[in-house]
């Protein structure tokens, strides 16, 4: 069975720019997730999706910050403009919706760096 | 708001040493707790979990038990390997009703086991 994709892996990009992230994840999973990840930091949540719907994305910094996930099944992290302080990994996750003690399931990130 | 704290590394032993990694936790309700490992150049990976309290987690000889009264999810294990290098991140999860919430970590702990 596949686990959680993610692409691009690397990304270098100038301060100003657009990027974005993609991720799909695993088959049946209705629950996706996006964190960031500072070098030397726990992951962050940034936003989580219930299917198609957006259920927390109080963290997210909605000023450049943008998700979607428009059929339920893959989702893109847009950042635009970028800044220098967004240089971090972005990791994707996924799990079955399910009750107490439920895994997440995480790609391998994207590593995104602002210069 | 949730809360994980673990102790700050990098922690460096010798093979076959034991292991305990320190990690306490804050949460508002009765939370499940989790170890994830990240090896390097690669993603995070489920390593152990428990749900309520007094549950022990175990796998590949690592061991954490949930202690409600301390707060506490501490990761053990009685002879380290070259190979469990990593870094080591405890999390909680939190069962709202309508989905596990988003996982909370904390910072992480890099584990250098020497030869």
């Known amino acids: 069975e596949a686990g959680v994709v993610q692409s691009p892996r690397y990304k270098i990009i100038e301060k100003k720019q657009p990027v974005a992230f993609w991720c799909n994840p695993i088959?049946?999973?209705?629950?996706l997730y996006w964190y960031r990840q500072n070098l030397g930091q726990g992951p962050e949540l940034l936003i989580r999706?219930?299917?198609?719907?957006?259920?927390?994305d109080s963290q997210l910094p909605k000023d450049r910050f943008s998700a979607e996930r428009l059929k339920g099944v893959d989702s893109t992290l847009k950042i635009q403009p970028a800044e220098l302080g967004d240089s971090a990994v972005y990791l994707c996750?996924?799990?079955?919706?399910?009750?107490?003690?439920?895994?997440?399931?995480f790609g391998e990130g994207s590593r995104l760096t602002v210069l | 708001g949730n809360s994980v704290t673990q102790m700050e590394g990098p922690v460096t032993l010798s093979e076959e040493a034991f292991l305990t990694i320190n990690c306490t936790y804050t949460?508002?309700?009765?939370?499940?707790l989790f170890w994830y490992v990240q090896y390097p150049g690669e993603g995070l990976q489920l390593l152990l979990k428990?749900?309520?309290?007094?549950d022990k987690g175990s796998n590949k000889g690592f061991e954490a038990t949930y202690r409600k009264e301390t707060t506490s999810f501490h990761l053990e294990k009685g002879s380290v390997q070259v190979s469990d290098s990593a870094v080591y991140f405890c999390?909680?999860?939190?069962?709202?009703?309508?989905?596990?919430?988003?996982?909370?970590f904390g910072k992480g702990t890099h584990l250098i086991i020497q030869p």
């Open positions: 999390a909680l999860n939190e069962y709202s009703g309508g989905g596990a919430d988003g996982l909370t």
């Open positions: 996750a996924s799990s079955f919706r399910t009750g107490v003690g439920g895994e997440l399931f």
């Open positions: 428990a749900t309520k309290a007094d």
């Open positions: 999706y219930e299917n198609e719907e957006a259920v927390d």
């Open positions: 088959s049946g999973h209705n629950t």
């Open positions: 949460a508002t309700g009765y939370p499940s």
